[in-house]
């Protein structure tokens, strides 16, 4: 590789897919374009990866979007917040960060900065909903302005925060099943892991709405996208009620399986107690007889030791008997 060929891979920004819509169609980007003087073919749409130390050289140089939108692309503040300058829109979003294996999801951010002819996103880990996107793009869908590109990116929010609502539903009908079945074998951190993820959820979808409802009354903000800022916040209150009422329901369980534990605990000790009760005196007759001292009944008796365990068993079949009726043993 030649010394031009480093230069050019060291200036290109970070990249990681852009689309220029024009005509019905979709035309991809390639990183070289954007190092040219060319200019868009229609409404153009990049999204770029922040964890690339070139993405931030890029952004700074050549601002596709407003200085203060620029600016938020490039925070390290993580809050979610909105910004309105003119007729361009910034925000900072939460969402779910795409892992390639199976563990407890983590928070992600998603930033947006939207003009008239242009779109811009960007990311430091992958997401679920830029791939989402990702995928509505290559099956065809051709967004032609800001408002088309924030429908897709709020449908795949929505989406992907409802799986995760319907998935920990699913967890949560598992274990209502074992416990109407009288067989329990959830332990106290399932109930832990499952709770803190909802918490995390329900923390997501009020922040969002903090950030997105001044918009509302904000009128600086472009009318075009005033619908699908509406829409976002219609569904993200949805989807926190159905979160809450999943939460709720396994509020309830988590106090049933408590009480199934409490009263499992009781039982044992019932049990325990009880059978205290029954050896005490079979104890006391069998440390009399084992004293060696002098006088003791059937000492030189060559039945003894026969007559000494009947005496046992027969001082805890009275003591059964005195519980029984008072009631202290259940039939």
Same mark, same amino acid.
């Given at each position: 590789?030649?010394?031009?060929?480093?230069?050019?891979?060291?200036?290109?920004?970070?990249?990681?897919?852009?689309?220029?819509?024009?005509?019905?169609?979709?035309?991809?980007?390639?990183?070289?374009?954007?190092?040219?003087?060319?200019?868009?073919?229609?409404?153009?749409?990049?999204?770029?990866?922040?964890?690339? =130390?070139?993405?931030?050289?890029? %952004?700074?140089?050549? *601002? &596709?979007?407003?200085? +203060?939108? @620029?600016?938020?692309? $490039?925070?390290?503040?993580?809050?979610?917040?909105?910004?309105?300058?003119?007729?361009?829109?910034?925000?900072?979003?939460?969402?779910?960060?795409?892992?390639?294996?199976?563990?407890?999801?983590?928070?992600?951010?998603?930033?947006?900065?939207?003009?008239?002819?242009?779109?811009?996103?960007?990311?430091?880990?992958?997401?679920?909903?830029?791939?989402?996107?990702?995928?509505?793009?290559?099956?065809?869908?051709?967004?032609?302005?800001?408002?088309?590109?924030?429908?897709?990116?709020?449908?795949?929010?929505?989406?992907?925060?409802?799986?995760?609502?319907?998935?920990?539903?699913?967890?949560? =009908?598992?274990?209502?099943?074992? %416990?109407?079945?009288? *067989? &329990?074998?959830?332990? +106290?951190? @399932?109930?832990?892991? $499952?709770?803190?993820?909802?918490?995390?959820?329900?923390?997501?979808?009020?922040?969002?709405?903090?950030?997105?409802?001044?918009?509302?009354?904000?009128?600086?903000?472009?009318?075009?996208?005033?619908?699908?800022?509406?829409?976002?916040?219609?569904?993200?209150?949805?989807?926190?009620?159905?979160?809450?009422?999943?939460?709720?329901?396994?509020?309830?369980?988590?106090?049933?399986?408590?009480?199934?534990?409490?009263?499992?605990?009781?039982?044992?000790?019932?049990?325990?107690?009880?059978?205290?009760?029954?050896?005490?005196?079979?104890?006391?007759?069998?440390?009399?007889?084992?004293?060696?001292?002098?006088?003791?009944?059937?000492?030189?008796?060559?039945?003894?030791?026969?007559? +000494?365990?009947?005496?046992?068993?027969?001082?805890?079949?009275?003591?059964?008997?005195?519980?029984?009726?008072?009631?202290?043993?259940?039939?």
């Amino acid at each position: 590789m030649t010394y031009d060929d480093l230069r050019e891979t060291a200036v290109r920004p970070g990249l990681v897919w852009g689309f220029d819509f024009a005509e019905g169609r979709a035309w991809p980007i390639s990183e070289v374009e954007l190092l040219g003087p060319g200019t868009p073919r229609g409404f153009r749409w990049l999204h770029f990866n922040l964890a690339d =130390q070139r993405t931030a050289r890029w %952004l700074a140089a050549h *601002r &596709p979007v407003s200085a +203060a939108a @620029t600016e938020l692309l $490039l925070s390290t503040d993580n809050s979610q917040r909105a910004e309105v300058e003119a007729d361009a829109l910034a925000l900072v979003l939460h969402d779910f960060e795409l892992d390639f294996i199976e563990s407890e999801p983590r928070v992600g951010v998603l930033r947006i900065a939207a003009s008239p002819s242009m779109i811009v996103t960007a990311r430091r880990h992958p997401l679920r909903c830029a791939e989402a996107v990702k995928r509505r793009l290559d099956a065809g869908a051709t967004p032609s302005s800001p408002a088309d590109a924030l429908e897709l990116i709020f449908a795949g929010m929505i989406d992907g925060f409802r799986a995760k609502t319907v998935e920990l539903e699913a967890q949560v =009908q598992a274990i209502e099943d074992e %416990l109407l079945k009288d *067989r &329990p074998a959830t332990d +106290a951190r @399932t109930f832990t892991t $499952l709770r803190s993820l909802m918490v995390r959820m329900h923390r997501m979808f009020g922040g969002a709405r903090a950030a997105l409802r001044p918009l509302d009354e904000d009128g600086d903000v472009p009318q075009t996208l005033r619908e699908p800022l509406a829409r976002h916040l219609g569904r993200l209150s949805s989807a926190d009620q159905d979160l809450m009422a999943v939460q709720g329901q396994l509020r309830l369980l988590r106090d049933e399986m408590d009480l199934h534990a409490a009263q499992q605990t009781n039982d044992n000790l019932y049990f325990l107690s009880i059978l205290s009760a029954l050896l005490l005196p079979a104890t006391l007759v069998t440390g009399i007889f084992g004293m060696n001292t002098g006088g003791l009944p059937w000492t030189d008796h060559k039945l003894g030791s026969l007559w +000494a365990t009947v005496t046992a068993l027969g001082s805890a079949g009275a003591v059964y008997l005195v519980l029984r009726l008072m009631g202290f043993i259940r039939r």
